[in-house]
C-alpha cells in the first residue's frame, strides 16, 4: 500500500505516519526528517537545503524528487510507504506518479489532514523533537515522562529552528500557495480522502484507521 499523508504543517502527519512504520511495518518517507537529519549532519545535501529549510521555504523539486526515488529503490520500501511532506509541489507529484508507474506501483490513499489554524499554531509552538530518532513531543498534550527528554532514547529534546512564530507564518503561507493546490491533481485521480484532525494523536488514529478500512 502508498499512501500519502497530506497537511499543513501540525497537521499530525507525522505522528500518524510513525505509528503506521510501527505498527504495520509500513516504510515512512518524511521528507522533511531526512533533510534535518542531512543539515544536522552537514552533508551536501544538508548544506544545499538548510536556508530554505530555515526560512521555511521549499527545497527545489529536482532536489527533492531525487532524494525521494534513492528512497524507494530500496528493499525496505517494497512492502508498503507512507509519504509525509512529499509530494508538496504540483511537480512532485507529477514525478512520483512517473517513478512509482516505472515500478508498477501507484498511490491508493491521499489522506488531508484537515485542522484549523488555531491548532496548528497550538501544536507548532509547543512541539518538541527528540535529538537522537526525531519522537515527536508536545509540552502540553503530549509531554514526555521526564522533561526536556525522551521516553523511547533518552535523548535531549529539541524545539524546531522553524516552529518559532515568525517561521511558522511563512511555512503556512507556503503550504497554502504552493503545496494545497496539489490535492485537486489527486482529487481529479479520485484518491482524495479527508480526515478531521483535531483532537488528540489516539483519536485521530481511530479515525484514519476506519477511512483507511484498516
Ligand atoms: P516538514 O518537517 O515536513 O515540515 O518539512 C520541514 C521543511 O523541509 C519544509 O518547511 C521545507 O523547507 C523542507 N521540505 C520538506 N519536504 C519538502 C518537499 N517535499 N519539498 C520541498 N521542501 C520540503
Known amino acids: 500500500m502508498i499512501l500519502i499523508f497530506f497537511g499543513p504543517p501540525g497537521g499530525g502527519k507525522g505522528t500518524q505516519a510513525r505509528r503506521l512504520q510501527a505498527r504495520r511495518g509500513m516504510l515512512q518517507i518524511s521528507t522533511g ?16 537545503a538548510q ?10 523539486d529536482e532536489v527533492m524528487v531525487g532524494l525521494v526515488a534513492e528512497r524507494l529503490r530500496r528493499p525496505d520500501a517494497a512492502a508498503g510507504v507512507v509519504f509525509d511532506g512529499f509530494p508538496r509541489t504540483l511537480p512532485q507529484a507529477e514525478a512520483l506518479e512517473e517513478m512509482l508507474a516505472r515500478a508498477d506501483r501507484r498511490v491508493d490513499h ?5 485542522v484549523s489554524e488555531e491548532t496548528i499554531i497550538r ?41 518559532r512564530p515568525e517561521t511558522i507564518r511563512r511555512r503556512l503561507e507556503v503550504y497554502r500557495v504552493q ?36
Not at 37 to 43: C, K, N, S, V, Y
Not at 110 to 114: A, N, T
Not at 192 to 200: I, P
Request: charged share 30%; net charge negative.
Open 110 to 114: 491521499v489522506v488531508d489532514f484537515q
Open 123 to 163: 501544536r507548532l509552538s509547543g512541539r518538541r523533537v527528540c535529538q537522537a530518532a526525531g519522537h515527536i513531543y508536545h509540552v502540553e498534550f503530549r509531554p514526555p515522562r521526564r522533561p526536556g527528554f525522551c521516553d523511547i532514547d533518552g535523548s535531549p529534546l529539541f524545539q524546531r529552528e522553524d516552529d
Open 179 to 214: 503545496t494545497a493546490p496539489v490535492l485537486d491533481f489527486y482529487r481529479a485521480r479520485g484518491l482524495y480522502t479527508a480526515l478531521d484532525a483535531e483532537g488528540k494523536g489516539e483519536e485521530v488514529a481511530a479515525r484514519l484507521d476506519a477511512a483507511l478500512g484498516v
Open 51 to 60: 536556508g530554505y529549510v530555515e526560512r521555511g521555504e521549499l527545497v527545489p
Open 33 to 48: 526528517d531526512i533533510l534535518r537529519e542531512d543539515i544536522a549532519a552537514g552533508t551536501p545535501l544538508g548544506r544545499e
